[in-house]
């Protein structure tokens, strides 16, 4: 199971921080020959300090804790970025640390981009001059952009979880929640409809939904 598996597997000696043995698919990940991993110094490969691996070793070889996420340098000084599920093994009388090596490297960088996108998004939404909100399923507002805030006249607060009826004209609330109720059956919500909505302060505004 440890040389033959496909997963990055290590062994190290939490005492001292030195790494015990690792199976192929270790070597072939990090670039190094299986002979050189072992014994070769954990700091080699992990870019914390000594005392904060140690610390970790500590973790794993007590089991209180099994997850752990780093920042690993392989051969060619490439920095990846790991998830390591680790816990105590014995091996010929020593208690050791027994890890599985998954690199997420990908995994963080496309995290890193869906945050950028969604903030790039959400700036859009707060600066778009129309009037943009979001409901849930139930018709009760989640969201409002500041130009919706400033025409209805209702801070975010007021807004947040009351039913868009209360912005909607009272003879059109019928016809509003109709066009709702067909968008959401039919899944058509670029169809355009307008209809009346009175702020806060009494005012009528047309709007035109897309």
């Given amino acids: 199971m440890f040389e033959n598996h496909s997963a990055v597997q290590l062994i190290a ?15 072939a990940f990090y670039g190094y020959s299986m002979k050189n991993m072992r014994g070769m110094p954990i700091i080699e490969i992990n ?3 000594l005392k904060e691996i140690l610390a970790v070793l500590g973790q794993a070889v007590s089991g209180s804790k099994r997850y752990f996420e780093f920042r690993h340098k ?3 000084g490439e920095i990846r970025d790991v998830e390591i599920y680790a816990g105590p093994v014995n091996l010929d009388g020593r208690k050791l640390v027994y890890s599985i090596v998954h690199d997420v ?6 995290e890193i981009h869906l945050r950028e996108s969604e903030t790039h998004f959400r700036e859009l939404i707060e600066n778009a001059d129309d009037i943009i909100y979001e409901t849930d399923t139930q018709g ?19 807004a947040l979880g009351n039913h868009f009826r209360i912005v ?3 003879d059109w609330r019928e016809r509003v929640e109709n066009f709702y109720i067909t968008q959401f059956k039919n899944r058509t919500p670029s169809s355009y409809f307008e209809f009346p909505v ?3 302060d009494g005012t009528e505004i047309w709007l035109g939904q897309n």
């Fill in 105 to 110: 490297t990908e995994k963080k960088i496309a």
């Fill in 168 to 170: 909607i004209r009272p």
């Fill in 13 to 27: 000696d939490p005492e001292i921080g030195v790494l015990v043995d690792a199976n192929p698919a270790a070597a």
């Fill in 74 to 76: 392989l051969a060619s």
């Fill in 47 to 49: 870019t914390l300090p």
């Fill in 198 to 200: 009175v702020a806060k």
């Fill in 140 to 158: 009760c507002f989640s969201f409002i952009n500041p130009n919706a805030q400033r025409l209805l006249k209702y801070s975010s607060e007021e």
